[in-house]
């Protein structure tokens, strides 16, 4: 039984790089580990799951486009010649996404509504709904070597939902021994369907009243979904200490801690990677992943 | 008049800003529509006078005792939230999107559907008026909804107390609580900082407000961490006729006052940086 442990624990890593609070520095941390673990030649993915706003790639200028993948959904056509007007599509459907009007046999489907469930497919016994697809997004591969990539969920602007391009990408990097997560800020859909596909959570936050309170929030709905977590403070230095004093009391690891720096602001505003600036920094972050994966199983004993 | 403040990426200083305007303001409702990440009300401590169940969406569930394990609503299922282990069919909470198909077609009509009503939105009174703000409960998922809610009850708010304006904290991103944030407001200001991925998410939020014919502006946060940045970020703007209605440099003060609990308008109101926000307050309300 032990051996099948041990094993399954060495099949892949998923790491989600998260944060309540947004513009705290998420996608600084994760394009820097992986770009230190990139150039270690490790087996590597990162997905860029922000997909309202993915940014990785603005760092990561050194990946070759492999492919595109588009990300549909399945939308509802209603052939008027064949409806009757019974209406049982439009109660089937949850998202109010049937507009109908029974008397004045008015029926509309709002497709930024539909979730494509197939819900009205199967309450039409008239054969009066088809499906079409409408394109919800992109799933772009970027290849740094044969070993390592960047998979960015991108949603097409105007997209309410950008769960699954998110689930879509994260699905494409299944062939790599490590997974990193550059998760989408907050704590509603996005974050969760990113964060259940993760074996440990690093929260990035900073050590501000808006910080910690997020923080707080992020902590609760990971502690809900039993997920392991630990936490990096960006920007230390600005704020307060109170952020330290939760840390402590509720003995949570701080994996990393990154000061306020104008120059390191500098840089990033630049699309630079502080790992690649400076060999003092490449050591601190490739020594955040070991720590991350002692943490890991520290918690999954 | 409704002005929301967004911004495509996050931590730009939009909350500061809104934050600041609202205390310009001698009365306003103030809406933190940032629900799955609400702050404002550690600032203003807000007296909570009213508090209202959000019914954020619903989730089915799996009655054992009915259930025979047929499998038919996996078939059904296109969220992949229905799984079958040791003949024991269950549904993965997480995954569920609560479209309801399953129990609908159950032969043994052993799905049973539950209302996700752990969320919250609240109302209150602060210094500069009233506040609203929600609250999204840990797991539940349908933020979009819980914006609406808020802006519902803060349109309802000032129309009881004759209050004009509505200042919305609005969330990161363009997703469907960004929408939801803006559809319909009078002024939408964006605010974005001078780097890469801000002048990308600007771009996109851009985009949004653009295509559903919004009066908006811009507002370059930080703007001396890279003063060539701003340039573009300026020029993009002018490109697409959007105004750039303000500059604002990188200030320390504006971290201490948000620690202190206050406005920066409020904490310093003779430094450069409150002077500058003014002007900007006053220019949004005479062009909307």
């Given at each position: 039984m032990l051996i099948i442990v041990i094993t399954m624990r060495n099949?892949?890593?998923?790491?989600?790089?998260?944060?309540?609070?947004?513009?705290?520095?998420?996608?600084?941390?994760?394009?820097?580990?992986?770009?230190?673990?990139?150039?270690?030649?490790?087996?590597?993915?990162?997905?860029?799951?922000?997909?309202?706003?993915?940014?990785?790639?603005?760092?990561?200028?050194?990946?070759?486009?492999?492919?595109?993948?588009?990300?549909?959904?399945?939308?509802?056509?209603?052939?008027?010649?064949?409806?009757?007007?019974?209406?049982?599509?439009?109660?089937?459907?949850?998202?109010?996404?049937?507009?109908?009007?029974?008397?004045?046999?008015?029926?509309?489907?709002?497709e930024d509504l539909c979730h494509g469930c197939g819900a009205c497919s199967v309450a039409c016994s008239y054969s009066a709904i088809s499906e079409k697809n409408n394109l919800l997004g992109y799933?772009?591969?970027?290849?740094?070597?044969?070993?390592?990539a960047l998979i960015e969920a991108r949603i097409k602007v105007g997209v309410y939902s950008s769960v699954n391009v998110i689930k879509a990408a994260i699905k494409k990097a299944s062939d790599f021994n490590l997974v990193l997560f550059d998760a989408p800020p907050g704590t509603g859909c996005p974050f969760i369907q990113t964060v259940v596909q993760a074996d440990y959570v690093v929260l990035v936050t900073e050590p501000t009243p808006y910080g910690l309170s997020d923080l707080k929030q992020s902590i609760e709905t990971l502690k809900g979904m039993n997920k392991s977590y630990g936490v990096i403070i960006n920007k230390a230095?600005?704020?307060?200490?109170?952020?330290?004093?939760?840390?402590?009391?509720?003995?949570?690891?701080?994996?990393?801690?990154?000061?306020?720096?104008?120059?390191?602001?500098?840089?990033?505003?630049?699309?630079?990677?502080?790992?690649?600036?400076?060999?003092?920094?490449?050591e601190k972050f490739s020594q955040l992943y070991n720590t991350i994966r002692e943490e890991y199983g520290n918690s999954s004993n | 008049?409704?002005?929301?403040?967004?911004?495509?990426k996050g931590g730009t200083g939009k909350s500061s800003i809104s934050v600041a305007f609202a205390t310009l303001q001698k009365e306003v409702v103030l809406a933190d529509c940032d629900v799955d990440a609400a702050n404002l009300y550690l600032?203003?401590?807000?007296?909570?006078?009213?508090?209202q169940i959000v019914i954020s969406g619903q989730k089915a569930v799996i009655n054992q005792d009915k259930c025979i394990a047929c499998g038919e609503c996996i078939d059904y299922c296109r969220f992949d939230a229905i799984i079958k282990k040791d003949d024991k069919v269950?549904?993965?909470?997480?995954?569920?999107?609560?479209?309801?198909?399953?129990?609908?077609?159950?032969?043994?009509?052993?799905?049973?559907?539950?209302?996700?009503?752990?969320?919250?939105?609240?109302?209150?009174?602060?210094?500069?008026?009233?506040?609203v703000y929600g609250r999204l409960a840990p797991g539940e998922e349908n933020t979009g909804k819980i914006v609406s809610k808020v802006r519902e009850k803060a349109k309802q708010i000032a129309k009881e107390?004759?209050?004009?304006?509505?200042?919305?904290?609005?969330?990161?991103?363009?997703?469907?609580?960004?929408?939801?944030?803006?559809?319909?407001?009078?002024?939408?200001?964006?605010?974005?900082?001078?780097?890469?991925?801000?002048?990308?998410?600007?771009?996109?939020?851009?985009?949004?407000?653009?295509?559903?014919?919004?009066?908006?502006?811009?507002?370059?946060?930080?703007?001396?961490?890279?003063?060539?940045?701003?340039?573009?970020?300026?020029?993009?703007?002018?490109?697409?006729?959007?105004?750039?209605?303000?500059?604002?440099?990188?200030?320390?003060?504006?971290?201490?006052?948000?620690?202190?609990?206050?406005?920066?308008?409020?904490?310093?109101?003779?430094?450069?940086?409150s002077k500058l926000i003014g002007n900007i307050y006053s220019k949004i309300r005479a062009t909307t």
């Open positions: 099949l892949i890593v998923k790491i989600a790089i998260a944060s309540g609070k947004g513009g705290t520095g998420k996608t600084f941390i994760s394009t820097n580990l992986f770009n230190v673990l990139q150039k270690q030649e490790m087996n590597l993915a990162l997905v860029d799951c922000d997909a309202e706003e993915p940014n990785a790639k603005l760092f990561l200028t050194e990946g070759k486009l492999k492919n595109t993948y588009e990300v549909n959904q399945k939308v509802p056509v209603v052939d008027e010649s064949k409806c009757t007007y019974c209406g049982k599509c439009a109660e089937y459907c949850n998202y109010n996404a049937i507009f109908f009007l029974k008397e004045a046999k008015v029926i509309n489907v709002l799933v772009n591969t970027f290849e740094f070597s044969p070993k390592s230095g600005l704020g307060d200490e109170k952020i330290y004093d939760y840390l402590n009391k509720e003995n949570i690891p701080l994996l990393m801690s990154v000061p306020f720096d104008k120059n390191i602001a500098v840089s990033y505003s630049k699309g630079e990677l502080l790992t690649d600036l400076n060999s003092e920094w490449e | 008049m409704e002005i929301a403040v967004i911004s495509g600032l203003f401590n807000p007296v909570c006078e009213e508090e269950s549904i993965v909470e997480t995954f569920c999107d609560g479209c309801l198909l399953c129990s609908r077609i159950c032969p043994q009509d052993a799905i049973d559907i539950i209302d996700e009503d752990k969320s919250r939105i609240y109302a209150g009174s602060f210094k500069n008026g009233k506040m107390f004759g209050i004009k304006t509505i200042i919305i904290d609005g969330p990161p991103g363009i997703g469907c609580s960004a929408i939801s944030a803006i559809i319909g407001v009078d002024s939408v200001v964006v605010v974005t900082e001078p780097t890469l991925s801000g002048l990308h998410d600007l771009k996109r939020t851009l985009e949004i407000t653009t295509s559903s014919n919004l009066q908006t502006s811009v507002i370059i946060n930080k703007c001396d961490i890279n003063p060539e940045m701003s340039s573009k970020i300026e020029a993009y703007c002018n490109q697409k006729h959007i105004e750039v209605i303000g500059k604002l440099p990188f200030e320390p003060l504006v971290v201490e006052a948000m620690v202190k609990c206050q406005s920066i308008t409020d904490f310093a109101p003779d430094a450069e940086i």
